[in-house]
């Protein structure tokens, strides 16, 4: 059995550590709702852009458009998004689980976070780009990226450019998902309440007039949207890393409440032996003199 000393220099350590991860809790559950904010203001845009890329497909034949062209897949390129740190519960595992099933001899790689990096350099697969993204990035930072896989899609080293990213389900649940990047087989975006936007055959943008026409407006947009579309789902795996810390941080601290309570009941029981041996010892010892 332990004695005092090593039950008070437990109960002092493990309640340090509670003390952390109450506070990365605290953190996590701020940056948590600044990514759900940052991911919610972007909704009218989308709903809006939406509306105008519908538009502009029913007023051009789409189909001729390289960013639609939909072709054999041979190599695909996987943009794998995850976290920077670690101590976010089994996020980063599940994600990693779906990253490994693509085939290693037809998929190349972009990598956004040291987890993911990590991951494909111990399994030996090729990484053709590496990019460093700020807790909270910016939209000119991901537009970089969806650069990058569009050229590569354009000049034909890929046929099909996916992301694998976690989608924030709730506040407990987080998704690994995998979505088509290219080529762009429809405009859907999701709307505020999570349902996807429809038009029922009808063109949303009736009575405007596309200058100078609307080929060339489709060339402008499409960039744009593959941006946007990359952007949210950053936003949503930022959004579930800081969910997810959040959780495991909370967990963390009830488990470390509980031990504190265990080791104490504990230390008492230890303490009020000790108590009731000298007692003992100080009445047999009275005991002895007396006689």
Do not use: C, W
């Amino acid at each position: 059995m332990a004695n005092t000393q090593d039950l008070r220099r437990r109960i002092k350590s493990i309640r340090n550590t509670a003390q952390i991860t109450k506070a990365m809790q605290m953190v996590a559950a701020s940056k948590m709702r600044k990514a759900q904010l940052h991911a919610l203001a972007g909704r009218p845009y989308a709903g809006l852009m939406n509306r105008v890329l519908v538009s502009l497909q029913q007023r051009t034949d789409a189909a001729l458009h390289p960013l639609l062209q939909v072709r054999e897949v041979k190599r695909e390129l996987v943009i794998a998004i995850s976290t920077d740190k670690g101590l976010a519960g089994a996020l980063n595992t599940n994600l990693l689980r779906e990253l490994a099933n693509f085939d290693a001899d037809k998929t190349t790689y972009v990598v956004l976070g040291r987890k993911a990096r990590q991951f494909l350099a111990r399994s030996r697969r090729e990484i053709v780009a590496d990019f460093e993204l700020k807790d909270a990035p910016a939209f000119v930072e991901t537009k970089v990226v969806a650069q990058f896989v569009t050229e590569r899609f354009l000049s034909g080293e890929v046929d099909r450019v996916s992301v694998l990213f976690s989608h924030f389900v709730n506040t407990i649940n987080q998704k690994p998902t995998v979505r088509t990047l290219l080529p762009i087989t429809n405009f859907e975006v999701a709307q505020a309440d999570g349902a996807a936007a429809t038009t029922d055959g009808k063109d949303p943008m009736t009575g405007y007039i596309f200058e100078p026409n609307p080929e060339a407006v489709l060339d402008v947009m499409l960039p744009y949207y593959l941006q946007y579309q990359l952007f949210q789902m950053i936003l949503d795996a930022r959004a579930s890393e800081h969910s997810a810390r959040m959780v495991a941080m909370k967990n963390a601290t009830d488990n470390a409440k509980q031990f504190i309570k265990d080791l104490t009941l504990e230390y008492n029981k230890v303490r009020q032996a000790s108590i009731t041996t000298e007692l003992l010892e100080i009445s047999t010892a009275q005991m002895a003199l007396g006689s």
